[in-house]
């Protein structure tokens, strides 16, 4: 108890000298200063994280990809429709987002959260995840909320960090707030709207995971994907590991037009990268993938 209170003392004490020290266009790393360093290469690409002086992250360390098929686990209450056996095929990597780990007897060899209030709300789910061998990708913020509450060595998931882009601008860890190069070669521009082929220079997120899941599922080279639980509908409707007493608020129904959208320019980018994408959600608001029952996988 007084470590915990302790350690919160030193961090709120650095700042507030962090917020006389930098101007205000640094005012997103106030809860990092000075306990973490950033390794970036010449073009800025994020590469590695040190905590404390520790590895904690390290965006060059090799990724294994067992399959070239892979299924997305989102959280929509259309999830029920599959089949166990569907959710557990040998020749299918699984990669789940928020609270998709509440699913029994699935393996999940990547997995995704950028949403810090599910990380302060749903910390039972997330500390699930972190005990898995799988690849895990998160946000700066994110990561630091979940080293306020949980030791980095009684981890068992590898750590990828993500720096997401929101309005066509990224609060750079450990920079300045800047607005994203549009002419970057890594970044994949249709209808003014983004889909990163690099995600570690930074990730177009249009206010959902699994826009962010699908730029992570790119970058490892899948063929074949199949999303599961992408319903973009009913939002007042409970997720599917939720009850009506439980359930978290979303904000989706009001950015449903711009998420929709988002979902196009990724189906264009996966078209003309020969990259196959079915949605197994028939009901789905999202009408940029063939649709196909789940059955039929």
Not at 106 to 132: A, G, P, Q, W
Not at 229 to 256: I, V, W
Request: net charge positive.
């Amino acid at each position: 108890m007084f470590h915990s209170f302790s350690s919160q003392l030193l961090r709120n004490i650095y700042k507030f000298v962090y917020k006389i020290l930098f101007p205000k266009e640094y005012k997103h790393n106030r809860r990092f200063w000075p306990l973490y360093r950033a390794q970036r290469n010449a073009q800025g690409r994020l590469e590695k994280i040190f905590f404390k002086k520790q590895l904690i992250s390290d965006n060059l360390g090799p990724v294994e990809t067992k399959n070239k098929k892979c299924m997305l686990i989102a959280t929509g209450p259309s999830i029920h429709q599959i089949s166990s056996d569907t959710l557990q095929r040998q020749d299918i990597d699984y990669i789940g987002v928020n609270g998709a780990i509440s699913l029994q007897n699935i393996h999940f060899s990547h997995y995704i959260i950028i949403d810090h209030n599910f990380i302060e709300c749903r910390f039972d789910l997330v500390k699930k995840v972190l005990m898995t061998n799988c690849t895990f990708y998160t946000t700066p913020r994110c990561l630091d909320m979940i080293l306020r509450q949980i030791e980095f060595h009684d981890l068992k998931c590898k750590i990828k960090t993500i720096e997401t882009i929101t309005r066509d601008m990224v609060e750079v860890f450990l920079s300045k707030k800047t607005f994203v190069d549009k002419h970057n070669k890594n970044f994949y521009i249709q209808n003014n709207f983004g889909f990163s082929k690099d995600i570690f220079e930074g990730t177009f997120d249009y206010f959902t995971v699994a826009y962010v899941a699908l730029q992570v599922i790119n970058s490892l080279n899948y063929k074949e994907i199949y999303i599961a639980g992408l319903d973009m509908n009913n939002f007042n409707s409970p997720r599917f590991y939720e009850t009506l007493d439980d359930k978290q608020p979303t904000l989706l129904d009001l950015h449903a037009t711009t998420v929709l959208s988002a979902f196009d320019t990724a189906a264009l980018f996966f078209k003309e990268n020969g990259i196959e994408v079915f949605n197994l959600s028939k009901d789905s608001a999202v009408e940029s993938f063939q649709k196909i029952d789940p059955n039929t996988v």
